[in-house]
């Protein structure tokens, strides 16, 4: 079965770190990009950060900058999201996506395969 599976999520101080894995079964994510989603309850879907199919190209949303960063191995056919100097407000089910393309992108409609996501909780 073709699947995205996060983990790493949990419950962190303001202030902590978290690191998301996205593994990908069934296939490999070769030649595609892939990036990290969020949704708080009741907020719409909101980008979060993006690497291209050799991992030389990134993308991060405005909101994480400067805290999020990605990287992805291909050895392992996995993406990490490193979350450092989280803020209640990084409060959200997070989900990795495959892109159709090796480029990445901040539309999730670029995105043809989703996970089911992990929560990540900040407390203040």
């Known amino acids: 079965e073709v699947q995205l599976v996060e983990s790493g999520g949990g419950l962190v101080q303001a202030g902590g770190s978290l690191r998301l894995s996205c593994a990908a079964s069934?296939?490999?994510?070769?030649?595609?990009?892939v990036a990290w989603f969020r949704q708080a309850p009741g907020k719409e879907r909101e980008f979060v950060a993006a690497i291209g199919w050799s991992g030389a190209s990134t993308r991060i949303g405005d909101s994480v900058k400067g805290r999020f960063t990605i990287s992805r191995v291909t050895a392992t056919n996995t993406i990490t999201l490193h979350m450092d100097f989280l803020e209640p407000e990084d409060t959200a089910v997070y989900y990795c996506?495959?892109?159709?393309?090796?480029?990445?992108?901040?539309?999730?409609?670029?995105?043809?395969?989703w996970g089911q996501g992990t929560q990540v909780t900040v407390s203040s």
């Open positions: 996506a495959e892109a159709f393309r090796g480029s990445p992108s901040e539309d999730s409609e670029d995105y043809a395969l």
């Open positions: 069934g296939f490999a994510f070769a030649d595609h990009a």
